[in-house]
């Protein structure tokens, strides 16, 4: 999984990317200050995989991860060469994501690009910009697609969707706006376009409104998001940078003396998965715990494949169980394939969330 964090100059996007990967980008007062993504690589938090290592006295306990790619400040007519305009386009068309990080705090001390609060407005001059790159893409398959239409007139359908999209775009709404039917969401998937990535918009607030209710602000980014079907996650970026430097058990502390129930990782996380269409299945024993990331509607020969080829070429029939029905028996497998509660599937089954997998195949 790789995702873009993204955003105007100075609303925290360094200082967020260095909070939840520890990476150390540098994060300054002043536009541009990062040129080249910095990428850093995040484990996922699951608390069932500590349940499984204690369980089975694993040597080891190996997280699923996702890359975040901490993308350079965007200005308005960066879809023209403005600022670093071209670097920044190139650099999303490169992850499956957006995580768009919105200021929604006042702080003075912090210059704002426009030298205004304006969450709304800073989201539309990024959407601005993925459009018109967009739209230029469109222009030029709209001009092929017209010329070789002369000789094949199977292409009208192809030519009156793309002239659709572009005259949606034409209004301002990103492509990930549109009412698409199957087949036409297969084919705008394939044209690439920076609007139609799925997107995330990370608010990020002051450590005064990080425990409280919605803000202003947050509320008029929340409206926006509600008509593209995007997602909303509240993250206070200074507050997780503080939380970077403790343990394990000092931030859980530090959390609960904030009135936080979890932290902006946790939350970024479980919204990248939704986005994202994810799921994780787990395998078991004293070697190794480990979880691992499929798409929500892989059967059981796709998900051995994760593990190995070999598993996915030689597939025979997976053995499950669920992973809480596993703990209901305290981890031991002969009490569970007593009770039934251990299944055996063939090539059809598709994977769910938290499934306790071991693979039979043939080498």
């Not at 893409?137 to 030519?159: A, F």
């Not at 087949?183 to 990535?197: F, M, N, P």
């Not at 394939?337 to 299944?343: F, S």
């Amino acid at each position: 999984m790789k995702l873009g964090i993204v955003g105007l100059p100075n609303v925290g996007k360094s200082t967020l990317f260095n909070a939840i990967t520890q990476a150390g980008a540098e994060a300054a007062n002043y536009p541009f200050c990062t040129i080249e993504p910095n990428v850093g690589v995040v484990t996922v938090p699951d608390e069932r995989l500590k349940v499984l290592h204690e369980m089975y006295n694993s040597k080891k306990t190996i997280y699923t991860t996702i890359e975040f790619y901490d993308i350079a400040g965007l200005v308005k007519g960066a879809s023209k060469g403005e600022g670093l305009g071209n670097k920044f386009l190139g650099h999303i068309r490169e992850v499956a994501a957006i995580v768009h990080v919105v200021r929604c705090f006042e702080d003075p001390n912090v210059v704002h690009v426009d030298g205004r609060i304006n969450p709304v407005s800073d989201i539309e001059i990024i959407n601005t910009e993925l459009i018109l790159s967009d739209m230029e893409v469109l222009e030029r398959r709209i001009q092929k697609t017209t010329k070789n239409l002369k000789g094949d007139k199977s292409l009208q359908r192809e030519l009156e969707l793309l002239n659709r999209i572009n005259d949606f775009l034409g209004e301002g709404k990103s492509a990930r706006a549109m009412e698409l039917t199957e087949y036409e969401a297969d084919y705008v998937r394939g044209l690439d376009l920076l609007s139609y990535k799925p997107i995330i918009y990370a608010a990020n607030v002051s450590e005064d409104d990080a425990a409280g209710e919605d803000n202003e602000y947050i509320r008029k980014v929340r409206a926006f998001a509600e008509t593209e079907g995007s997602d909303v996650v509240v993250v206070c970026a200074k507050i997780e940078a503080e939380m970077a430097e403790l343990e394990d058990e000092e931030r859980e502390m530090f959390l609960e003396e904030m009135g936080i129930s979890q932290s902006g990782l946790h939350k970024l996380v479980k919204a990248s998965y939704r986005l994202l269409d994810l799921i994780s299945f787990l395998t078991a024993g004293e070697p190794e715990v480990r979880a691992w990331t499929v798409k929500r509607g892989t059967k059981a020969p796709g998900a051995a494949g994760k593990i190995h080829t070999d598993f996915e070429k030689g597939f025979i029939r997976a053995e499950t169980i669920a992973y809480d029905k596993l703990i209901e028996c305290g981890g031991n497998l002969a009490t569970a394939k007593e009770k039934g509660l251990i299944r055996s599937e063939g090539k059809e089954y598709v994977i769910k969330d938290g499934d306790v997998m071991h693979f039979l195949f043939n080498v």
